[in-house]
């Protein structure tokens, strides 16, 4: 609970909107309710004083367990992944220039991001998927090594690290649905709409954000910038990965 109250307080914060007073008057309930067996004094405090209730916390209803809601569960992994990635990918040009290192851009100058999307995946991704789901569907487990054989040397520079990922998912517990499912449960570009307040304030000097959506094959793969429908003439490398779920995205200095 402590994790997703942090989460809510930061995006709320980062968006420049406020929390919406019922949801944290439900949070302080659930956890004085949780609370009551170990700390009742505390818990008797903030049920009668802070949240004036007319009897007793040890009278009240233990809470139970609401359902999870798919949707809205794979809607939060996306916004945090994507504002990890975006925030961390900055931070690493910082770092870059700090150290006298070639940056592709300043961070401490005005920029703009690009965020990719796509509705598909890369052919080579989607070879992947297929190969990781048919080693599961006839052996139960992923071999790394089988599927290096099996896998064309030029190929393999590209494919492997992505396959390795997906072996990763697995093993740390997430269903074949939620790792090799193509299928989104949501609206990213509505999403990642949604998400363009916070990034303006999370990012200091980024001053737009732009979204481009990638579609085609692998050898012409093309983007279309949502606002105007623009058909750009060429994708740069972060464009290349975009994945349904994964956006790849890049920056760029404005013009003074």
Same mark, same amino acid.
């Given at each position: 609970?402590?994790?997703?109250?942090?989460?809510?307080?930061?995006?709320?914060? =980062?968006?420049?909107?406020?929390? &919406?007073?019922?949801?944290? *008057? *439900?949070?302080?309930?659930?956890?004085?309710?949780? %609370?009551?067996?170990?700390?009742? &004094?505390?818990?008797?405090?903030?049920?009668?004083?802070?949240?004036? @209730?007319? /009897?007793?916390?040890?009278?009240?209803?233990?809470?139970?367990?609401?359902?999870?809601?798919?949707?809205?569960?794979?809607?939060?992994?996306? #916004?945090?992944?994507? !504002?990890? =990635?975006?925030t961390s990918a900055e931070g690493a040009q910082n770092k870059r220039l700090?150290?006298?290192?070639?940056?592709?851009?300043?961070? @401490?100058?005005?920029?703009?991001?690009?965020?990719?999307?796509?509705?598909?995946?890369?052919?080579?991704?989607?070879?992947?998927?297929?190969?990781?789901?048919?080693?599961?569907?006839?052996?139960? $487990? $992923?071999? #790394?090594?089988? #599927?290096?054989? @099996? !896998?064309? @040397?030029?190929?393999?520079?590209?494919? !492997?690290?992505? $396959?390795?990922? %997906?072996?990763?998912?697995?093993?740390?517990?997430?269903?074949?649905?939620?790792?090799?499912?193509?299928?989104?449960?949501?609206?990213?570009?509505?999403?990642? *709409?949604?998400?363009?307040?916070?990034?303006?304030?999370? %990012? =200091?000097?980024?001053?737009?954000?732009? !979204?481009?959506?990638?579609?085609?094959?692998? /050898?012409?793969?093309?983007?279309?910038? #949502?606002?105007?429908? $623009?058909?750009?003439?060429?994708?740069? %490398?972060?464009?290349?990965?975009?994945?349904?779920?994964?956006?790849?995205?890049?920056?760029?200095?404005?013009?003074?």
């Amino acid at each position: 609970m402590t994790t997703a109250r942090d989460f809510y307080r930061e995006a709320t914060k =980062s968006a420049g909107v406020g929390m &919406h007073q019922n949801l944290i *008057r *439900r949070y302080a309930e659930r956890q004085a309710l949780l %609370l009551a067996p170990i700390a009742p &004094h505390w818990a008797e405090y903030i049920w009668l004083e802070v949240l004036e @209730k007319q /009897e007793t916390v040890h009278s009240a209803q233990f809470p139970n367990a609401a359902p999870v809601n798919p949707q809205m569960a794979a809607i939060q992994k996306y #916004i945090r992944s994507t !504002m990890s =990635s975006v925030t961390s990918a900055e931070g690493a040009q910082n770092k870059r220039l700090a150290k006298g290192k070639g940056a592709l851009f300043d961070p @401490k100058k005005d920029y703009k991001l690009t965020i990719f999307y796509a509705d598909s995946l890369p052919a080579w991704q989607d070879g992947c998927v297929k190969m990781v789901r048919g080693m599961l569907e006839d052996l139960g $487990v $992923v071999d #790394i090594k089988t #599927i290096s054989k @099996k !896998m064309d @040397k030029a190929a393999a520079k590209q494919a !492997m690290p992505f $396959v390795q990922h %997906l072996k990763k998912q697995l093993d740390a517990g997430l269903s074949r649905e939620e790792v090799l499912g193509t299928e989104l449960l949501f609206d990213e570009l509505a999403v990642l *709409r949604e998400m363009v307040p916070g990034l303006l304030q999370t %990012l =200091s000097r980024c001053k737009v954000v732009e !979204m481009v959506r990638v579609s085609g094959d692998d /050898e012409r793969r093309t983007g279309t910038l #949502i606002d105007s429908g $623009v058909v750009l003439p060429e994708l740069p %490398l972060a464009a290349a990965g975009a994945a349904p779920g994964n956006p790849g995205f890049s920056f760029g200095n404005l013009a003074n």
